[in-house]
């Protein structure tokens, strides 16, 4: 019997709420297979150099042990050999786990225990001993880092004059640092794998794409796709850690296949700082001029951003001021610097949220020098065109976000001089900040059949992550067929349903959510048929099933972007409203009030959508004040790499969120007018609480965090 899925004035509840709350949904870590085992990873305790002797003689004569992997008796991954046919190249790609003796970051893995227990296999990873022939490692980015950064494949981009913000009357040039930001989900990384037999392989695993996880997998073991199935049901949280197989899944699965058991793998909180990725440390340096009246000459924006000795990783911190306001001169320059350092990976409004914070600081400052307010010298340099390639935008209505954001704040509080407002012996600053981010649409195909008792089930391989996807395309689906979404339901999660996209960037409801209602379209269409020339808008399915003898009617439907796509430039947009109280004495910083606006199109889902808001200002809040991976560069090792030290915001420092939308349907991305806005959810807050601090301190801290230490 289908429950009612609750609803509010804001709209309908998560249908996957109540298995959340309740315990009842599964994750990858919680498919008990029998006869498992466990696997528990070893990593290096040095940055640099090669394995000399490995003892594992312990480990593998503890209690229950079953297996001792490393790169010496492995078995190999079939795609990890080289070919005669690979170019050569100064970089080896993603790390290829148990390859080789080479240490290329501290906490490479260099062998894995399987075990009976969990217990057993992390008492036999305590047992195994290595000594190694360590190399000077370099895990710190140079004080002059312009120098001994290796160029990225990347070109510079300059439109109208190189560099012409240093012919403006009124201009500054200053440098903005950010630090790495680790993912920390409150899922841990876990995988279960299953060989059924030498060339059929099962795996539960935490991934935000069960499809292009299966792809991948199955080229690295020169398997067949359809020999791979991939399940992750629900996840925990990822925000662009799970969009690539790791390590620590090729180990799980060559575990599997050395035991001939399931092998079970849960990553620990201190592997996550080195097993799947992280916002990569970034330095920018932003030149910006203006006339006296505010109207933009130039701006030139360079950033250089971390990535690993091994493999380059490269994102778009350059991309906003590439995009956002109506300059005539636009330079850009990004490069990568190479440490001994495991390798970065997208996090939430990844490059654009770091470029971001750059950037709005930068118009900040601008905006003090020329003595004019902020939104004002936004509106001054607003662009009616995308400034990067000159095409009509498909829809944007920014210009509403600001003045929304700024009536919900109370804007006409802030004072113009900074250090001019207090309340209760704090001082009172305001603060705000843009952002942007692509909205995208990828091609989906949706299963969608209709039962004789008047229940719908659509089917998509698409991973939800936390978003609400399932209630987002059960609102989609109810909508276009006329039925109420209790009896609607929606299955993901499964490599082998139809196909889906990866979940980032922001595009699974444009993506899925338009093959939801193509499909639902379909196929009301063919029960319009069935009726004859008396059809109406709103058919009786059950009725029409049992007149036509038919069991159920189903329909498969693929939707891709159309020629629009390419026509117009399609963003999604947001502004962020802080204002902050600072202690003078002690320099605590506390976030007094929050007021988020989107621009995304029309919202499909109120009540996760908001979610999605606050989600992404929480996410902005700990850019901007605590979230900071400090490693120890005498060891090249994470001191921090805890919950006790890692500082991610807690309720108590998170105030009541305003979360608002513009709520205007984008006429061209895709048939229900939406556009992607989990990314523009933080895109834009960091920058926000640093201008909102100046306000009230009139301290500019250009190097995040914003710890008390650079207040006082």
Not at 510 to 535: I, P, Y
Not at 616 to 626: H, N, P, Q, W
Request: proline content about 6%; some cysteine; charged content about 20%.
């Amino acid at each position: 019997m289908n429950k009612p899925i609750p609803t509010s004035a804001d709209g309908m509840s998560r249908v996957d709420g109540r298995a959340k709350v309740t315990g009842a949904a599964k994750y990858s870590a919680e498919y008990n297979q029998p006869n498992m085992a466990y696997a528990v990873l070893v990593g290096s305790t040095i940055t640099k150099g090669t394995v000399a002797t490995i003892d594992t003689k312990a480990a593998s004569a503890a209690p229950g042990v079953l297996a001792v992997l490393t790169y010496l008796n492995s078995p190999k991954v079939p795609g990890h050999i080289p070919t005669k046919a690979q170019k050569p190249s100064s970089k080896s790609g993603p790390l290829k786990v148990f390859y080789d003796n080479k240490i290329l970051y501290n906490g490479h893995p260099i062998a894995m225990v399987v075990a009976d227990t969990f217990e057993r296999a992390q008492y036999g990873a305590s047992l195994v001993k290595a000594t190694y022939n360590k190399e000077a490692h370099d895990t710190q980015p140079p004080k002059n880092i312009t120098q001994g950064v290796g160029a990225w494949g990347g070109k510079d981009f300059t439109k109208g004059t190189v560099d012409a913000w240093k012919t403006a009357p009124i201009k500054l040039e200053q440098e903005y640092t950010h630090p790495s930001d680790v993912h920390n989900p409150m899922e841990l990384h876990a995988i279960i794998a299953r060989w059924d037999t030498p060339d059929k392989l099962t795996v539960w695993d935490k991934t935000q794409g069960t499809q292009a996880t299966r792809d991948d997998i199955a080229k690295a073991f020169k398997l067949k796709k359809e020999d791979v199935q991939v399940n992750s049901q629900f996840v925990g949280g990822a925000f662009g850690s799970a969009l690539q197989v790791w390590p620590h899944e090729v180990a799980a699965i060559l575990g599997a296949q050395v035991v001939k058991r399931p092998v079970k793998l849960v990553l620990s909180r201190p592997d996550m700082f080195t097993s799947v990725g992280y916002r990569p440390y970034t330095w920018q340096k932003i030149g910006i001029g203006a006339t006296t009246d505010g109207k933009l000459v130039g701006i030139t924006h360079e950033a250089v951003g971390q990535t690993s000795s091994f493999e380059d990783f490269a994102e778009g911190p350059i991309n906003t001021s590439k995009g956002l306001y109506a300059s005539p001169n636009i330079t850009t320059r990004y490069k990568l610097l190479s440490l001994d350092v495991n390798t970065p990976t997208w996090m939430r409004g990844p490059g654009e949220a770091t470029g971001a914070f750059a950037l709005e600081s930068a118009m900040d400052e601008l905006s003090y020098a020329l003595k004019m307010d902020p939104i004002d010298l936004r509106m001054k340099n607003y662009a009616k065109t995308d400034p990067d390639n000159g095409k009509e935008y498909s829809s944007k209505f920014l210009d509403e976000a600001y003045a929304m954001g700024a009536a919900q704040i109370g804007w006409e509080n802030r004072q113009a001089q900074p250090r001019a407002a207090s309340q209760n012996g704090w001082l009172v600053g305001y603060g705000m900040a843009g952002g942007m981010f692509g909205a995208y649409r990828d091609v989906a195909v949706i299963k969608a059949m209709m039962k004789a008792d008047g229940t719908l089930t659509i089917q998509s391989a698409v991973s939800d992550i936390g978003p609400g996807t399932g209630t987002a395309m059960v609102l989609i689906a109810a909508n276009k067929m006329g039925i109420d979404a209790g009896k609607i339901k929606f299955e993901m999660g499964d490599s082998s349903l139809p196909d889906a996209p990866m979940q980032g960037g922001s595009a699974t409801v444009s993506a899925v959510g338009s093959a939801v209602h193509d499909a639902c379209t379909v196929l009301k269409e063919k029960f319009q048929q069935l009726m004859g020339n008396g059809g109406t808008d709103k058919p009786d399915y059950v009725k029409i099933l049992k007149d036509n003898n038919l069991p159920s009617l189903e329909v498969l439907t693929k939707s891709a972007p159309g020629p629009d796509n390419q026509k117009y430039s399609m963003q999604s947009w947001s502004v962020h409203f802080v204002k902050v109280l600072v202690h003078p004495a002690t320099g605590v910083v506390k976030i007094d009030k929050v007021a988020c606006v989107a621009d995304c199109g029309k919202i499909i889902s109120p009540k996760t959508a908001r979610s999605q808001v606050v989600g992404g200002a929480i996410g902005g809040i700990g850019m901007a004040l605590m979230e900071e991976g400090i490693i120890d560069h005498r060891y090249g090792r994470y001191v921090n790499n805890n919950f006790a030290d890692y500082h991610v915001p807690v309720n108590a420092d998170i105030p009541q969120i305003d979360a608002m939308f513009v709520n205007k349907p984008d006429p061209y991305i895709n048939p229900i007018g939406a556009k992607g806005m989990a990314e523009i959810a933080l895109i834009g807050m960091a920058p926000a609480v640093a201008n909102a601090v100046y306000n009230a301190t009139g301290k500019r801290v250009r190097d995040l965090p914003i710890t008390p230490d650079k207040l006082i």
